[in-house]
C-alpha cells in the first residue's frame, strides 16, 4: 500500500514506536536476565544484547555498527563475552526481558488487549518494506523468528523499524563527516540526547575526548563557545534528519498514510504509559 504521507510522519511514527524497543537496554529485568547468564557488567549486558543477533562478534563489529562507543569501551568486554554466554542464550533472555518489562510498565490488560495486537500487526507490516543491503543491525534482526505473543511481536518489530533508521542514520552522519563523538555532541547540543555526563560514561568517552569533539566542531563553525549549536550548526541537525527520513521512508510509505497515524496514535499511547511507569531515567536526557 502506498500513499502520500504527511511530512515528517515516518519520523513522528518512529519517535512512538522507538521507545517501546529502547526501555528494554534501561530494565533492570534485562540486567539480571543478563547477569543470571554470568554477564554482569552492564556494559556488557548491553553490547550482548544489542549485538547477539549478529553472532559471537568481535570488538570491531560492534564499533561500527553501534557507531558511538568508543572501540576501548567495546574491546574491554568483547570478545569475552562469548566465552561466558552464547548468541542464542542472550537472544533467549533478552525476549523474556522485553516480556516482563513491558508488563511492569504498562500492565497485563495493555498487554492483552486489542490495541496491542493492532500495534503488532501494523508495525510488521511497516517493517515487510526495510531492506537488508548495507543495514547491518536491522538485517541481522530480520533473521530472527517473529515471536507469536502480540507484545513481543510489537517489541520485535519496533527493534527491527528501529534498526533499519539507525543503520540509515549511521550512512548520512558519515557522509557529513560526523564520526562518532562529533555525531554525540550535536546530538546533546540539539537538547534531544543525553546529557554529556551521562553519554561520556555510557559510551566510553573522557571529558578530554569531549572537549576535542567540541574544538573539531567549532572549527567547522557547528558549534560555539558555549557549546551550543550554531546557526549552521542547528541547520546541520535538520538536515541529518531530513536525509535519515528520505533512507528510512519505505516501511511508512508501504503502511500508508492512515496506517502510519494509527501505528503512532498506539504506539503513542503505550510509550506515554511507559515513560509515566519510570521507564526511562529523567537524568539522562537532556543538556545538563
Known amino acids: ?6 511530512p515528517r510522519a515516518g519520523r513522528h511514527c518512529h519517535a512512538a514506536v522507538n521507545p517501546l524497543h529502547s ?3 534501561f530494565s533492570p529485568d534485562f540486567t539480571e536476565a543478563l547477569a543470571g547468564l554470568g554477564v554482569k557488567d552492564p556494559n ?6 544489542r549485538s547477539a543477533a549478529m553472532g559471537a562478534v568481535g570488538p570491531g563489529t560492534v564499533t561500527a555498527t553501534f557507531y558511538n562507543f568508543s572501540y576501548g569501551l567495546v574491546s574491554r568486554h568483547l570478545p569475552r563475552i562469548w566465552s561466558v554466554v552464547t548468541p542464542d542464550q542472550v537472544l533467549d533472555a533478552r525476549l523474556r526481558a522485553a516480556g516482563s518489562t513491558l508488563r511492569r510498565l504498562l500492565g497485563e490488560k495493555a498487554l492483552a488487549s486489542p ?14 518494506a526495510c531492506a537488508r543491503p548495507g543495514r547491518p543491525l536491522y ?7 517473529v515471536p507469536d505473543e502480540p507484545h513481543l511481536a510489537f ?5 527491527l523499524l528501529r534498526e533499519h533508521r539507525g543503520d540509515g542514520h549511521i550512512m548520512v552522519l558519515q557522509q557529513a563527516g560526523l564520526g562518532a563523538l562529533e555525531a554525540l555532541v550535536t546530538h546533546s547540543a540539539s537538547g534531544r540526547g543525553m546529557t554529556p555526563k551521562w553519554v561520556r560514561a555510557s559510551r566510553g568517552w573522557t ?5 576535542g569533539a567540541e574544538d ?6 557547528l558549534l560555539d563557545e558555549r557549546g551550543e549549536l550554531t546557526e549552521e550548526g542547528v541547520s546541520l541537525r535538520k538536515e541529518l534528519e531530513e536525509r535519515t527520513d528520505a533512507l528510512d521512508s519505505a516501511p511508512y510509505e508501504h503502511l500508508g498514510a492512515e496506517g502510519t497515524l494509527r501505528l503512532t496514535e498506539l504506539a503513542g499511547a503505550f510509550a506515554a504509559a511507559a515513560l509515566e511507569a519510570g521507564a526511562f531515567p529523567a537524568s539522562a536526557f537532556g543538556k545538563g
Open 1 to 6: 500500500m502506498t500513499t502520500t504521507l504527511p
Open 23 to 25: 526501555t528494554l537496554y
Open 44 to 49: 556488557a549486558a548491553y553490547f550482548a544484547g
Open 115 to 128: 490495541e496491542m495486537a493492532e500495534a503488532a500487526e501494523l508495525a510488521l507490516r511497516a517493517a515487510e
Open 139 to 145: 538485517a541481522a534482526h530480520a533473521d530472527l523468528p
Open 155 to 159: 517489541w520485535h518489530a519496533a527493534t
Open 207 to 211: 571529558p578530554a575526548d569531549w572537549s
Open 216 to 221: 573539531r566542531l567549532r572549527e567547522r563553525g
